[in-house]
């Protein structure tokens, strides 16, 4: 009995120090997993520049092991921590540890000079581990929040300008022609956006005055459209004041992680949060 309970005590301790930040522990852990990732990045940047690959190969390849390992060890401990492991595996983050893990250990099992050549565009999976930021910064919670609620407005949104862009790219190919460099309705569509957009390529340009009266109202407008989406998730952003906050408690059983502050209960599958 008392083997038993010092397990579920071994594993509710390892479960709160990976999966929540509130405390000192947890704290330290997320602190060392966003150093490993950033550095982990860094080494992938350095990696694809032939001139330093070449020199430090050796040094490049000894620390991504270090820290592949450092990461196989934390995909296998969230694994353990909790009753319902698929919960996680098949989570969005759970699909990016293992794919930003995975890559140096496909290395050791593909061999030859057609292995190694789409070994090495797969070991750029591990640029994915930069997504794991998201799961330490609590300023990107309110941020996806924000998104998630205006993505109606912005889908609406979108499927104007595709609209716009459509009777902009018809209207140009009628008015300056294929002599103009406007060959397809498609193409002109091409200019429509690049116009709105404020990049100008400069690659196709109306030549006619008509043609060049549209463009200038097409560059003013593009102006005002770029601030839409932007007003839009500041004031989704904004509303996240008014919206009950939550915790970083994260539940043992099914990983679910918005709790209420006061919560001990996960309001999924009904679990006990806070285990004396």
């Known amino acids: 009995m008392k083997e038993v309970q010092h397990k579920i005590h071994w594993k509710t301790k390892l479960h709160d120090i990976i999966y929540e930040a509130d405390t000192k522990e947890g704290k330290l852990f997320d602190i060392i997993l966003i150093i490993a990732i950033l550095f982990s ?128 790219g018809t209207i140009m190919y009628l008015i300056e022609g294929p002599e103009n460099g406007f060959t397809s309705i498609p193409y002109s569509m091409y200019w429509a956006i690049v116009t709105l957009t404020t990049v100008g390529y400069g690659d196709i340009s109306p030549n006619t005055p008509l043609g060049q009266f549209i463009a200038s109202v097409v560059m003013v407008l593009g102006y005002g459209i770029i601030a839409i989406p932007t007003g839009i998730v500041t004031s989704e952003m904004a509303k996240q004041d008014d919206v009950i906050h939550t915790n970083t408690q994260c539940c043992s059983n099914c990983s679910y992680g918005k709790h209420l502050d006061n919560a001990k209960y996960c309001q999924k599958c009904g679990e006990k949060l806070n285990h004396e």
Request: charged share 15%; net charge positive; no cysteine.
């Open 41 to 168: 990045i860094l080494f992938v940047m350095l990696e694809s520049v032939e001139s330093i690959d070449n020199k430090y190969h050796g040094f490049l390849n000894i620390a991504e092991w270090i820290i592949t390992i450092l990461f196989t060890i934390e995909y296998i401990t969230r694994v353990i921590t909790i009753k319902k492991p698929l919960s996680y595996i098949f989570s969005f983050y759970g699909i990016i540890d293992f794919l930003s893990t995975i890559p140096m250990y496909l290395s050791l099992i593909f061999v030859g000079t057609q292995a190694l050549i789409a070994l090495r565009a797969l070991r750029l999976l591990r640029v994915f581990r930069i997504l794991k930021l998201t799961r330490y910064l609590g300023a990107s919670v309110n941020l996806m929040l924000a998104l998630r609620s205006s993505r109606i407005k912005i889908a609406v949104f979108l499927f104007s300008i595709f609209v716009i862009t459509i009777i902009l």
